[in-house]
């Protein structure tokens, strides 16, 4: 099977998008599923250098956001245009911008299916990133807009349980299949901790706890300065580590100078996931999260796979993950509920070791390999339903005309 995948984003720009494309492509070449990804062209080259299945597209800067960029939709058109030879029997989708518009009509073009994965969780980006728009009428606008959108598929995927129940509740009658993201086998080797320390020049008795993940407003990372004040309050020794990056930095920077925080808050950037960020994960005595838009969390799976102890507030997707049993310690959402769910893994070494493994074992049962299998599954499932002929169309080009025969015809 051969499937063309579409996204706004992907590495270097680092986030859970990146991350997912880059993990499905991967394990569904390996259960008999062929992708070739469109996507951004950035001014920096990726960590790991592309395969010959990414097609990049030219792309321009986003107004007030200087980590995306915006695929230029006459350079969308003409790449898809190229690709009308390729033999695709569905076209997937992944983020709801452009990708999505060009998605939907090369599918229709071509007379394909077309899926959607439902990474985003618009309401709470609305509210960050328009602050001044009323929230119940952001709120309203974008389930408006999700409605739309997700009427324009064939099928949706949802990464965890709640972000289905999200879409049911906007609204949503499109069939939903919940797959989340699995864990690759590389994420379990062990990383260094003391080769991050070294790197960052972070001393060796003071415990880590660190977050992980774009820093963003989002991403609730200023709840997480304001419980390490009170962690601090009996363990002065503690330094919080923030790893990645976001329009969120100056605002945060400036949070952290208003607490006298200034020696005991690490920002390290973004770092190189091949490498760095297992080591990073290895250094921490506790890795926190309290974001509220999760569709699924990986980050959360990502630290238990190191066996670094977790403390996590559970809302939308990270609900999914923090089950019984996760070895994770679900905290309070509020900062002295939550620095104390800390502190009983700071002051317990012995205790912080039982839940790290017992989360290193929970994340092992996140298989990618089964994930993407069940994606395959999903694949196949709605290309029956859509009576597909055993021999697809070719993809005809934007603009051309859109009845089937003529897609055949082309071949």
């Not at 329009?247 to 920002?267: E, H, I, M, N, T």
């Not at 890795?287 to 809302?315: I, K």
């Amino acid at each position: 099977m051969r499937v063309l995948f579409l996204s706004d984003v992907y590495f270097p720009r680092v986030n859970g998008v990146s991350t997912s494309i880059a993990t499905f492509r991967t394990d569904l070449a390996a259960v008999g599923v062929e992708t070739t990804l469109v996507a951004p062209a950035y001014a920096e080259a990726p960590a790991v250098p592309d395969d010959a299945r990414v097609v990049r597209v030219r792309a321009g800067n986003v107004p007030r956001d200087p980590e995306d960029r915006r695929m230029l939709w006459g350079e969308l058109q003409r790449t898809l245009g190229a690709l009308r030879g390729e033999r695709f029997e569905l076209v997937h989708v992944h983020t709801p911008f452009l990708a999505h518009y060009a998605g939907v009509r090369c599918a229709r073009a071509a007379g394909i299916p077309v899926v959607e994965t439902y990474h985003t969780f618009f309401e709470e980006y609305l509210h960050h990133y328009v602050p001044l728009l009323p929230r119940a009428l952001g709120r309203r606008l974008a389930r408006t807009l999700t409605r739309s959108q997700c009427a324009q598929v064939d099928a949706l995927i949802a990464p965890s349980e709640p972000m289905r129940a999200m879409l049911a509740a906007s609204g949503v009658r499109r069939p939903v299949q919940v797959v989340p993201t699995g864990m690759p086998p590389d994420r379990f080797a062990r990383g260094d901790g003391a080769r991050f320390r070294r790197l960052h020049n972070l001393p060796v008795e003071r415990p880590l706890l660190l977050y992980v993940g774009r820093v963003a407003h989002e991403k609730n990372i200023g709840f997480l300065l304001d419980s390490f004040v009170a962690v601090r309050r009996s363990r002065p020794d503690a330094l919080l580590v923030i790893a990645g990056e976001g329009p969120a930095r100056a605002s945060l920077a400036q949070q952290v100078q208003r607490l006298g925080l200034v020696r005991d808050v690490a920002f390290v950037g973004y770092l190189d996931r091949e490498r760095s960020l297992a080591d990073c994960y290895a250094a921490a005595a506790v890795f926190v999260f309290a974001s509220r838009t999760e569709t699924q969390g990986l980050v959360l799976l990502e630290a238990m796979a190191q066996a670094c102890p977790v403390v996590s507030t559970a809302h939308l997707g990270t609900a999914s993950i923090l089950q019984p049993g996760c070895g994770a310690r679900v905290a309070p959402d509020e900062p002295m509920g939550f620095a104390q769910s800390v502190l009983q893994l700071l002051d317990d070494p012995a205790r912080a070791a039982r839940c790290g493994q017992q989360g290193q074992q929970y994340a092992r049962g996140w298989s990618s390999a089964v994930q993407a299998a069940r994606l395959r599954d999903c694949y196949a499932q709605l290309c029956a339903r859509a009576n597909m002929a055993p021999e697809p169309a070719s993809m005809a080009a934007p603009g051309e005309p859109h009845e089937r025969q003529a897609c055949l015809d082309s071949r």
